[in-house]
Nanobody, 127 residues
Framework: QVQLVESGGGLVQAGGSLRLSCAAS????????MGWFRQAPGKEREFVATISRSGTRTYYASSVKGRFTISRENAKNSVYLQMNSLKPEDTAVYFC????????????????????WGQGTLVTVSS
C-alpha cells in the first residue's frame, strides 16, 4: 500500500497554468504506475493521464492531450501534472492514483487497476 497526497490545486483564469504534485509514501514508489483522474461537480470521475513505472511511457485523455503533461521523479517519490491552457471545463477535483504493476512500461487508464488513491485537490478555472 502507498499513501498519496496531492497539492497544487487552486483558482486560475482560463488560459492559465497550474502544476499539481502528488507525494507518495509507504511502499516503493517505483513499483507503481501512476495516474491522474478528475471528478467535476455532478459528474463521474474520469481518466486524465497515466505514466509508467519507468516514466518513459505516458498516455492522455483526448480532452487534455497537448495541454497537460504528466511526469514523475522516482527519487522524490512524486508524480506531477503540468496543466497549461486551462479551460473552465477542466474545473474538477483532481486525484492521483497508484497501480501496482510488474512491467516498467505499463500504463493504465482504467480506474479499477488503481488500488491506492489520494484525497484530491480542487482546481477551479474561471472564464
Amino acid at each position: 500500500q502507498v499513501q498519496l497526497v496531492e497539492s497544487g490545486g487552486g483558482l486560475v483564469q482560463a488560459g492559465g497554468s497550474l502544476r499539481l504534485s502528488c507525494a507518495a509514501s509507504g511502499r516503493t514508489f517505483s513499483s507503481y504506475a501512476m495516474g491522474w483522474f478528475r471528478q467535476a461537480p455532478g459528474k463521474e470521475r474520469e481518466f486524465v493521464a497515466t505514466i509508467s513505472r519507468s516514466g518513459t511511457r505516458t498516455y492522455y485523455a483526448s480532452s487534455v492531450k497537448g495541454r497537460f503533461t504528466i511526469s514523475r521523479e522516482n527519487a522524490k517519490n512524486s508524480v506531477y501534472l503540468q496543466m497549461n491552457s486551462l479551460k473552465p471545463e477542466d474545473t474538477a477535483v483532481y486525484f492521483c492514483a497508484a497501480a501496482s504493476v510488474s512491467s516498467i512500461l505499463y500504463t493504465s487508464r482504467y480506474e479499477y487497476e488503481y488500488t491506492d488513491w489520494g484525497q484530491g485537490t480542487l482546481v477551479t478555472v474561471s472564464s
